[in-house]
């Protein structure tokens, strides 16, 4: 018997029901992952929305570029005075929808704050035109000039562990270049940027800046709209945006995956390496691109080593904080992650390694105890894939030629720390690792410097932020343009009609200016070639 389907009045409430979720907007709930609580809702945005807001952003951008370096700085620094005067509140938004400690929140909005400073205040330097000096001296009847105009918009797509740091990362460059930017946070931490919106709205500032949330529509939207896609996040995702922008013939900068090795050498401060590989570790519960994920210790301090870092490790203080300051690692961001770290050291522990401290949840929200294991190597996760949580896997080494080799034993290349007491020490063994920035006895001093650029090696990513002028540079489009430097004639040697003997000078001092040894002066082979007498 066939199924005559719905009675009429049930298919008009089918219809209704189906045009009544169109027309309701869908939406993402946030929460508080130390706690749980729900702190905010935001919209999930669709591709036609964030078609549509990029269109708007064109409209604005030509007048936001034609304003100049000058005129976007001062756009620029009131959004500086606004993040100073909303400090505090920023954190407090920070914390809600990442349960890190209240020092911790702070540096996102400080972050910002500086990083303005920089290149609003340096955006004329770097974006002036150029004059390159011609490579002949026959080329030096024109005037040379390169010429960056900013691509109309950029998407910056971000992750969830900086909610407020990470979009400034980019969107400060892009905006300070003279582009339009489309902003899509990650869906888990979303709020911050909304607020950075705010702030710009609030302002007065050129509509040149648009948020946009939601989840993986709304990212891949994004990509299909843009002009520029510069992303931060795991290499899985940055291979499918590199394939989009491919197709769609784009620029697209990305910053991926990492797994920073520290190399701890027997002449090191041993107690400044035990600090300083801790804090690398274990800032913001190890959810940091740089964060040292695997540690190489010579075996003559390698006890020694792991007796300080453990000692250390054991005196954390973790937990929530309200705006009082009271710990120093905070929640991971959600239940996956807090899965990943787990997994990781359960393989380990499975083939052998031991934990000194930590290893576990603490079963509330999603803190994961700072965990030391040593007895690891290649064969577990922990040493070989991104775990982004805090735990600090110390493995011995026989030597430094060792402990280079295992650095470099890794897909990944983002950043690295070498520990040592002989400075020419750190510097040749920096130079042999297989990542984008190396610090000497320190962590994350590079991220704090904006003149150096940011970038990864293999598949920590392609391309960099930052990096002094190019930090800008890279947001634009170079334009080359050639003008007369001597009164014109009414053609050039090389124009339609051909005339050999003028044409045979014409390469001939090509050839002279170009080439060297006795070749170079053969004028007159030239020009019975041009001429056609030769052999």
Known sequence: MTNPGPAPNQRKTSAARKTAAKATPRSIEIRNPATGEPVGTVADESADAVAAKVRELR???????????????????????????NTDRLADVVQSESGKPRVDSLIDPTFAIDLIGYYARR???????????????????????????????????????FPLAMPALDVIPALAAGAAVLLKPSEVTPLSALELARGWAEIGAPPVLAVMTGGGETGAAVVENVDYVQFTGSTRTGRAIATACARRLIPYSLELGGKDPAIVLADADIDRAAYGIAFGGLFNAGQVCISVERVYVEAPVYDEFVAKLTEHVRTL???FDGRESRYDIGALANDAQKDIVA????????????????????????????????????????????????????MRVADETEAVALANDSIYGLSASIWTGDRARGDRLARQLNTG??????????????????????????????GGAEGLRKYCRKQALT???????????????YSTTKLGLALSA??????RGMRRVGVLDVINTVGGKGK
């Open 59 to 85: 409209l604005y951008q030509t007048e936001w570029e034609a304003i100049g370096p000058e005129g976007r700085k001062r756009w620029l620094l009131k959004l500086q005075d606004w993040l100073i005067d």
């Open 123 to 161: 955006a004329a330097k770097f974006l002036a035109d150029e004059h390159p000096s011609p490579h002949s001296p026959l080329a030096r009847v024109k005037r040379l000039t390169t010429v960056y105009r900013p691509y109309p918009v950029v998407g910056v797509i971000t992750p969830w562990n």
């Open 317 to 319: 203080r973790q937990g």
């Open 343 to 394: 997994s990781h050291i359960e393989d380990a522990l499975a083939k052998g390694a031991r934990t000194l401290t930590g290893g576990r949840p603490t079963g509330t929200g999603t803190f994961f105890e700072p965990t030391v294991l040593v007895d690891v190597d290649h064969r577990m996760t922990c040493m070989t894939e991104e775990t982004f949580g805090p735990t600090l896997p110390v």
């Open 437 to 466: 920035a190396v610090n000497i006895n320190d962590v994350f001093a590079n991220m704090f410097n904006f003149a150096l650029p940011m970038g990864g090696w293999q598949q920590s990513g392609i391309g960099a932020r930052w």
């Open 483 to 497: 003008a007369p430097m001597l009164p014109t004639q009414q053609k050039e040697l090389f124009w339609f009609p």
């Open 510 to 515: 090509m050839r002279a200016a170009g080439a």
